[in-house]
């Protein structure tokens, strides 16, 4: 996953050039894109492996 500059701003290489319009609800996984279910899943990920390490340094102090 690289970047590329569009305009004036950074943007990943696979972002779509625009936002879709939804008329469903926001929330359903049927109407995320691709690009919007990875960054879900890789923060989802980052968030998990803090909880794990905040827990462990707390055991440990």
Known sequence: MG???RGNTWCFKDEPDND???AADAS???TRTH???EMLRMVT???DQ???WTTKLE???
């Open 3 to 5: 970047m590329s500059f």
């Open 45 to 47: 990920t980052l968030f």
């Open 20 to 22: 879709p319009v939804d």
């Open 35 to 37: 690009y919007e279910q």
């Open 50 to 52: 803090h909880q794990t």
């Open 59 to 61: 055991s440990i102090v």
């Open 28 to 30: 359903s996984s049927a």
